[in-house]
């Protein structure tokens, strides 16, 4: 469903539609181990800006961010809940993320490798959600409705910066993140990707989100000053990232 999104892009550019925000419900098709499968999807690609032009507003290109919030909406429509997110890593993306509801993947998004997009003649970058439709049913038919309290100690939010090589990507983080703290360290976040001017040669910049939550206290500030300097020695240390 990618590549005839992608054809459809490239259509649209060809004729000076350069914003584009395209969904399609389909059906994808295969052969495993001798037996037919088939499996629904919903896909939504987007590249160009976010809103048209208008003189009182300024010019905004669609990013992994937003793609992030589209996505991070839509399963909140759908009422599924106990996401857990991860690195994606595979021939389609360039950056991703997925998420699981148990071991079934729900949804892989991401910015499309540009050695795809560029073999469809799209110069610019093309952002792609796909949807496990199957999965979305089936979690929906068994998600039962629990209640529980408000948890008593809230959440902690630090973002990095990052300055890295090129070549690093949003799992080499996650993963030295997880080694570095696994107790209070809950999620970990990418919401920004940036690569072009003011940038040294060969680097780009990541804008990571790092929640922590103590299961029995509310953390102190030393606490948490505590747990992101060795987050940031371990960056450093492991995947020579700086702050920015």
């Known amino acids: 469903m990618l590549f005839s999104g992608l054809e459809t892009i490239a259509y649209n550019l060809n004729r000076q539609q350069e914003s584009l925000k395209l969904f399609e419900f389909g059906k994808t098709y295969h052969l495993l181990d001798d037996n037919r499968k088939e499996y629904k999807h919903l896909s939504i690609l987007?590249?160009?800006?976010?809103?048209?032009?208008?003189?009182?507003?300024?010019?905004?290109?669609?990013?992994?961010?937003?793609?992030?919030?589209?996505?991070?909406?839509?399963?909140?429509?759908?009422?599924?809940?106990?996401?857990?997110?991860?690195?994606?890593?595979n021939a389609v993306f360039e950056e991703g993320q997925m998420l699981k509801v148990g071991k079934m993947t729900m949804v892989e998004y991401g910015i499309v490798k540009k050695s795809i997009s560029s073999a469809f003649g799209i110069d610019q970058a093309v952002y792609f959600a796909d949807f496990n439709w199957d999965t979305i049913e089936n979690s929906i038919k068994t998600t039962n409705v629990k209640f529980k309290p408000i948890p008593k100690f809230p959440e902690v939010k630090r973002d990095f910066a990052l300055l890295i090589d090129k070549d690093i990507r949003f799992e080499d983080i996650y993963k030295v993140a997880k080694q570095?703290?696994?107790?209070?360290?809950?999620?970990?976040?990418?919401?920004?990707?940036?690569?072009?001017?003011?940038?040294?040669?060969?680097?780009?910049?990541?804008?990571?989100?790092?929640?922590?939550?103590?299961?029995?206290?509310t953390m102190t500030d030393k606490e948490i000053e505590s747990i992101m300097s060795k987050l940031q020695k371990q960056l450093e240390k492991k995947v020579g990232a700086e702050l920015r």
Request: proline share 5%; net charge positive.
């Open 180 to 217: 570095t703290d696994q107790k209070y360290l809950k999620e970990i976040s990418l919401f920004d990707v940036y690569k072009g001017k003011n940038l040294p040669n060969g680097k780009k910049s990541y804008a990571l989100s790092f929640t922590l939550q103590h299961p029995t206290k």
């Open 46 to 89: 987007m590249t160009g800006q976010k809103s048209p032009l208008h003189w009182r507003s300024q010019k905004e290109n669609i990013d992994f961010f937003y793609t992030k919030g589209i996505v991070s909406a839509l399963i909140e429509k759908m009422g599924v809940s106990k996401l857990k997110s991860s690195p994606v890593n």
